[in-house]
């Protein structure tokens, strides 16, 4: 199993960027995928998910309204579009994978909102 994120980089405050996962190796439409992000010395946390149907998505306060989260099942790849990035949104941004017992990351993508 891969999950490979694309798409991070340097971005001024305000900017977009929108990351990709690119996923191999599973049953993707199974699975419920997520973003997470982990700043310097903090802890990973969950920014964004969604399930393999779909449907409602969810989002951290942090970045409702402004991060949307979507997925093609037939590509294997869920994006994450971020808009009026602020500083605060600097961090390695990860990819997950959960469906029953398996657990699957990327390696990270690293995002720097700064001016």
């Known amino acids: 199993v891969q999950l490979v994120e694309s798409g991070g980089g340097l971005v001024q405050p305000g900017g977009s960027l929108r990351l990709s996962c690119a996923a191999s190796?599973?049953?993707?439409?199974?699975?419920?995928m997520s973003w997470y992000r982990q700043a310097p010395g903090e802890e990973r946390e969950l920014v964004s998910g969604?399930?393999?149907?779909?449907?409602?998505?969810y989002y951290a306060h942090p970045v409702k309204g402004r991060f949307t989260i979507t997925r093609d099942n037939a590509k294997k790849t869920v994006y994450l579009q971020m808009n009026s990035l602020k500083p605060e949104d600097t961090a390695v941004y990860y990819c997950?994978?959960?469906?029953?017992?398996?657990?699957?990351w990327g390696q990270g993508t690293r995002v720097t909102v700064s001016s």
């Open positions: 969604l399930a393999d149907t779909g449907g409602w998505p």
């Open positions: 190796g599973l049953a993707f439409s199974r699975y419920y």
């Open positions: 997950n994978a959960k469906w029953a017992e398996r657990d699957y």
